[in-house]
């Protein structure tokens, strides 16, 4: 309801504004901004991306590619575009807001920070660990430096990083990382954010891949609660956290309870 009254307003608005002032006035092309980010909220995506379009071409027209506006309309178009599925188109998109806030503002204001991190992020989902890996470290040594150690986009980002470890089969130092970060989650963001359950569910693959077996069962013990009460009993995060206990648990000779745990959580007989 919210966003529809939102993106109402906001048309009238670029309307109103593209009327009065012309399509390039400044108040024009940052009424098109606030109108693209409200309907890629509203899962919008193809109209946002038109608009931030239209908006980067006339902030980059009016102000120049460096300019702070021009890097967030940038950052918006790149993340619409990952969300539409078009990887190469916004692999480059971050790629050029990346390099343009870096000469901007420097590598290690949180705007660049937050790109690179979300540069990692989309080259870690294509598979390119070893180019997403120094962007993550990046990031997270930027967050770490502005905001401290324990706040929220720090700690997402060395959870991020912890699961780019994983994937890199690199348990340990994926451990050392959510050893801090898992726990600072929970506390910071709530013992039922998501990201804070996936960080803790990823301790325990951790452990359970250096056949730390009972610390791991302890962990997915202590999570698994949580998931169920939080996303449900089907969540992925949820049945990987049940898979895993499950695992630790027949590694263990722990048959009775094992199977009850694979019943309850539909699981096959055998965590794999």
């Known amino acids: ?117 979300n540069l990692g992020l989309l080259l870690h989902a294509k598979g390119q660990l070893a180019e997403a890996e120094p962007l993550l470290r990046r990031a997270l040594s930027a967050f770490g430096g502005a905001l401290g150690p324990g706040h929220v986009h720090t700690l997402s980002c060395g959870a991020s990083l912890a699961s780019l470890l994983m994937a890199a089969r690199r348990p340990g130092e994926a451990e050392a990382l959510l050893r801090h970060v898992a726990p600072g989650l929970a506390a910071a963001a709530g013992p039922r954010n998501p990201v804070a359950l996936a960080a803790a569910v990823n301790l325990g693959g951790a452990l359970a891949a250096q056949a730390k077996l009972a610390d791991a069962e302890g962990v997915y013990r202590e999570a698994l609660p949580r998931l169920d009460a939080a996303l449900g009993d089907q969540h992925p995060h949820t049945r990987a956290c049940a898979a895993g206990l499950l695992a630790v648990l027949q590694a263990g000779g722990s048959g009775d309870e094992a199977a009850q745990l694979a019943a309850r959580y539909q699981l096959g007989a055998s965590a794999g």
């Open 1 to 117: 309801g919210k966003l529809a009254e939102a993106e109402l307003l906001l048309r009238r608005c670029v309307s109103g504004c593209t009327a009065a002032l012309g399509a390039g006035h400044s108040q024009t092309l940052a009424s098109l901004c606030n109108l693209a980010g409200v309907l890629r909220d509203a899962g919008k995506l193809p109209d946002a991306e038109s608009a931030f379009t239209r908006a980067l071409a006339g902030l980059e027209a009016n102000l120049g590619k460096r300019h702070k506006d021009s890097i967030t309309a940038a950052a918006g178009l790149a993340a619409v575009l990952q969300a539409r599925g078009k990887l190469p188109e916004a692999e480059a998109a971050f790629k050029s807001a990346l390099a343009r806030a870096d000469a901007a503002l420097g590598t290690s204001h949180p705007q660049a920070a937050a790109l690179a991190n």
